[in-house]
């Protein structure tokens, strides 16, 4: 994350502490949350684990985004389009080789 871009505003956490290069903000036994808090912008990832059909587990992810300023919606605005590819992509790589995602063919 750039400094310029006001992107690392908390202290730098140590490598166990990030997923990728976000900080994780909390971990439990079914939920990650991971984020950052920016000068424009507030950022958090939730990843929950629930149970599901026939002994199985459902992986949900939510993005919420607290903007702060016009230069919060201006990174947001840029941000949508690669979070609609990544959050998929991220998500289709911890499902069951076969089993796929409703939808997907």
Do not use: C
């Not at 976000?22 to 507030?42: C, F, K, N, Q």
């Amino acid at each position: 994350m750039a400094v310029g871009l006001g992107l690392n505003a908390a202290p730098q956490p140590t490598q166990s502490d990030l997923i990728g290069s976000i900080p994780i903000m909390y971990s439990g036994d079914r939920e990650t949350v991971v984020g950052y808090d920016a000068r424009h912008l507030h950022f958090r990832i939730v990843v929950d684990v629930r149970d599901g059909p026939a002994d199985g587990q459902v992986i949900g992810m939510t993005t919420l985004v607290r903007r702060r300023s016009a230069i919060g919606w201006l990174f947001f605005a840029a941000a949508i389009p690669l979070h609609k590819a990544i959050a998929p992509a991220l998500l289709r790589g911890v499902a069951r080789p076969g089993q796929g995602f409703p939808g997907e063919r």
